[in-house]
């Protein structure tokens, strides 16, 4: 098989400490036209919170969201149900479901978004 064809040479090696360009954001469709961390296809998130963060109450429409607690703990609310997250924890929430949180230690966590859809955030007031 001829390989060849498979190199598009579309890759990056970054550090997901760098809060970079993008705040945290290290993959996704908002980056400019031709830079290799640019897809439709998936967002990546890394953030660090202060105990005390919110996450304000919001749904996606399209894309399906979640959250990987790497150290810390943070109380989530999901449709009325309290989840509490913490390390090694994740949280899958699938479209058309009213999320929302509070950091209750610092933490850090990674967030997946799929399809990269930046404007399917609808707040809920």
């Not at 509490?84 to 929430?93: A, D, T």
């Not at 509070?102 to 990269?116: D, Q, R, W």
Request: charged content about 25%; some cysteine; overall charge negative.
């Amino acid at each position: 098989m001829n390989t060849e064809q498979l190199k598009n040479n579309k890759y990056f090696l970054g550090c997901y400490t760098d809060p970079g360009a993008f705040n945290g954001w290290q993959i996704g469709s908002f980056f400019p036209e031709n830079h290799p961390c640019r897809t439709d296809m998936v967002e990546l998130l890394y953030k660090e919170h202060a105990a005390g963060d919110t996450e304000k109450p919001h749904y996606h429409k399209q894309k399906i969201e979640l959250i990987i607690m790497l150290e810390g703990q943070a109380k989530y609310n999901v449709n009325g149900k309290d989840v509490l997250l913490e390390n090694s924890n994740f949280l899958f929430v699938d479209t058309n479901n009213v999320i929302y949180g509070e950091f209750l230690k610092p933490s850090k966590i990674f967030v997946v978004h799929t399809p990269s859809l930046p404007k399917d955030k609808t707040l809920i007031e």
